[in-house]
């Protein structure tokens, strides 16, 4: 991915100390992280890790019980920032008797002055949808279009979607996910997308939010992050860590026979026989997900920044 939309200076999500706490516990818990403006980036975690929660935040739906999250420097809830952020939920809440034609001129209706009905009609058209067809008799797939012909005619800045793929097609999610990242690029639209599809966020997205238990365990461009990990393949006996290996943060480590493999925030030379190859996204993400417990990492640019910074 190239970077000329993405502003590094512009903020789009700022979190700094934020937690949710329902009757059962934390959904969030001290979280905090910066996004640039500009950037796809993928928020992933194991169900119940707070992606919702953090979205239907970031899309004004919900306050925090602790700390703050603005976008564009302001609170989510801000009347001013409202039609700046385009949501996309998980349950995609449309009026089933309405057209597909019907919602769309709702859509405009709700975003005067904004409203891009041939972006809207272009998604809907692809897609070969009847606009005379109600929404209630669409598929999950073809309502999932619907909803993000909506997000798209609205010409977010900043665009939420949780889980936007799941119900689609390989060949259409692949259409979509074009799609979108055209869109995206054409307007320089900051995208949080949560996926459990980490095949699918390789190559499209380059930054990422990876969370576990309610908090922030990655956070950053996704070349830094992979470029901060090595995966060390050797020969070592026993159970124990190989020696060679302190000092150096083991995210993750398997044994399987003499066969030792880790992945590894380095920390300068490893000593020893080892193979060293950059991890894929998908492994970097899979070894988190198996550990969650591993220390958290922040690139530079997703530490969260002053005010003064953070305002568009
Ligand atoms: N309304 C609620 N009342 C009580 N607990 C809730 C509520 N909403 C979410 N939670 C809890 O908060 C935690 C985070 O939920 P959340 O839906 O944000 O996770 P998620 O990462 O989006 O999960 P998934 O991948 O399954 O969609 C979970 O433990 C969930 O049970």
């Known amino acids: 991915m190239t970077d000329l939309t993405f502003q590094p200076d512009r903020t789009a999500l700022q979190a700094v100390g934020l937690g949710v706490k329902h009757r059962r516990g934390w959904a969030l818990r001290d979280c905090s992280f910066r996004l640039p403006a500009g950037r796809i980036c993928a928020l992933v975690g194991p169900n119940g890790a707070g992606k919702s929660t953090l979205l239907s935040l970031a899309a004004g739906l919900r306050r925090p019980t602790t700390g703050s999250l603005t976008a564009f420097g302001a609170g989510p809830t801000d009347p001013a920032i409202r039609p700046r952020v385009a949501f996309v939920a998980q349950e995609k809440p449309l009026y089933p008797h309405f057209t597909v034609a019907d919602t769309l001129r709702l859509g405009h209706e709700l975003n005067p002055g904004v409203w891009d009905q041939a972006a809207a009609e272009r998604l809907v058209r692809d897609g070969g949808l009847p606009f005379g067809a109600r929404v209630g008799s ?104 190989p020696p060679e290996l302190a000092g150096h943060t083991v995210v993750e480590s398997r044994a399987t026979g003499r066969q030792f493999s880790a992945l590894v925030r380095t920390d300068g030379p490893v000593a020893g026989r080892w193979e060293a190859t950059e991890p894929s996204l998908e492994e970097l993400l899979l070894a988190h997900l198996r550990a969650p417990g591993a220390p958290a990492l922040l690139t530079p640019s997703a530490e969260p920044r002053g005010a003064a910074k953070a305002a568009a």
């Open 138 to 241: 669409l598929s999950g797939g073809q309502r999932t279009r619907v909803a993000l012909a909506l997000a798209f005619g609205k010409k977010p800045e900043l665009l939420l979607l949780d889980e936007p793929m799941s119900d689609l097609d390989p060949l259409v999610r692949h259409q979509m996910m074009a799609a979108l990242m055209a869109e995206a690029a054409e307007r320089a639209t900051t995208v949080v997308m949560a996926s459990h599809v980490l095949a699918e966020l390789d190559g499209v997205c380059d930054y990422l939010l990876l969370m576990a238990d309610g908090q922030v365990r990655l956070a950053g461009e996704v070349e830094d992050l992979i470029a901060a990990h090595t995966l060390l393949l050797g020969r070592h006996e026993g159970p124990a860590l």
